[in-house]
């Protein structure tokens, strides 16, 4: 549920809370994205299941902007995410994290944009597997800038193409005492991500992404560094049928260990959607994730160190109404 309200002639307030219930451990080894509408709601992802670990996700979202000058905006932004974990029978800890970010940004001409950020966010951790277990309670917390730039034009009157670059990095403090091996203490993470889309016909668009940054993954007790792909094609067949093909690529290991919780994983979708009426669609949906943990990585009971999936789909989409005039 969110909301977007404006407070003022410059000043508008972002609001969102989520809550997601799912039975699969590893939803979240793909990188997330932040929250930018509202209604965005944390991807559950039931396709990936692979147990009977049921657990609830909140997250909460509060941001506020205003604008400086016609060019400038200042924004503030406050994060809450906790996952609670259901009868787990003690192999396995809830996690929370929470956070701050600040953003300066400035158009500086019609096609170009800057910004530039800070973020403070900690987070509470850990699992326990067979006899080997971290600290309870144990706590990560990390600082981090991070600088990006903004650009789009338009190729022609049905070519548009836009690009985002962010270039950051990130100290991060664990508790030296957590058993978490070599690497706990202090340690540097660069981050970066960069997106390009283009919109290449009236019906068609593709866009590609980038990233790479550090994560807080409740199923796997620890924060952990992925470098993540992904790429997305779609438009109309024709004007009742629609495609939409995408495939993602992510790789990740510790941030306490890099020598620990190695994994890659990959993911595609493809969706061909048909309409009946103009508000009545009915949809047929082919899904493959596989995943893989390197290196002897100590896992969560119940949790195995490769899977491959494939799974077919069949739906209807509804479009209606929320307010009639």
Same mark, same amino acid.
């Given at each position: ?109 019609? *096609? $170009?944009? /800057? ?6 966010? &900690? #987070?509470? +951790? ?5 006899? @080997? %277990? ?38 991060? *403090? $664990?508790? /030296? ?6 690497? &706990? #203490?202090? +340690? ?5 991500? @960069? %997106? ?130």
């Amino acid at each position: 549920m969110g909301l977007s309200a404006r407070l003022g002639e410059r000043t508008t307030l972002l609001a969102n809370q989520t809550a997601a219930y799912s039975p699969s451990y590893l939803y979240g080894l793909f990188p997330s994205d932040a929250v930018s509408t509202p209604g965005y709601a944390v991807p559950a992802a039931p396709d990936y299941a692979i147990g009977d670990s049921e657990s609830y996700s909140y997250g909460t979202t509060l941001t506020l902007t205003h604008g400086l000058s016609l060019r400038s905006r200042l924004s503030a932004t406050g994060e809450f995410q906790y996952t609670d974990y259901l009868n787990n029978m003690g192999t396995r800890r809830d996690l929370n994290s929470q956070g701050i970010r600040g953003e300066f940004s400035r158009n500086l001409t019609q *096609n $170009t944009a /800057v910004r530039a950020g800070y973020r403070y966010r &900690t #987070g509470k +951790f850990g699992h326990v597997a067979d006899a @080997v %277990a971290t600290e309870p309670g144990a706590s990560a917390t990390e600082h981090g800038g991070e600088l990006s730039a903004q650009y789009s034009r338009p190729l022609s009157p049905v070519q548009q193409l836009a690009v985002e670059c962010s270039f950051g990095w990130s100290r991060v *403090n $664990t508790p /030296v005492s957590s058993a978490a091996g070599p690497g &706990t #203490g202090r +340690f540097y993470r660069l981050s970066s991500d @960069v %997106a390009v889309a283009w919109q290449f016909t009236t019906s068609w668009q593709t866009r590609a992404t980038f990233s790479r940054g550090l994560e807080y993954i409740a199923q796997l007790g620890e924060p952990v560094v992925i470098d993540g792909f992904s790429a997305e094609l779609g438009g109309f067949i024709t004007p009742r049928i629609d495609v939409l093909a995408s495939a993602r690529y992510s790789s990740g290991a510790s941030a306490l260990n890099r020598d620990t919780l190695v994994f890659d994983t990959y993911g595609a979708d493809l969706r061909v959607r048909y309409a009946l009426t103009r508000s009545l669609a009915v949809y047929g949906q082919y899904l493959y994730y596989y995943y893989e943990f390197q290196r002897n990585t100590r896992l969560p009971t119940g949790i195995p160190s490769g899977l491959e999936r494939n799974g077919l789909r069949a739906g209807l989409t509804l479009w209606v109404p929320a307010l009639r005039r």
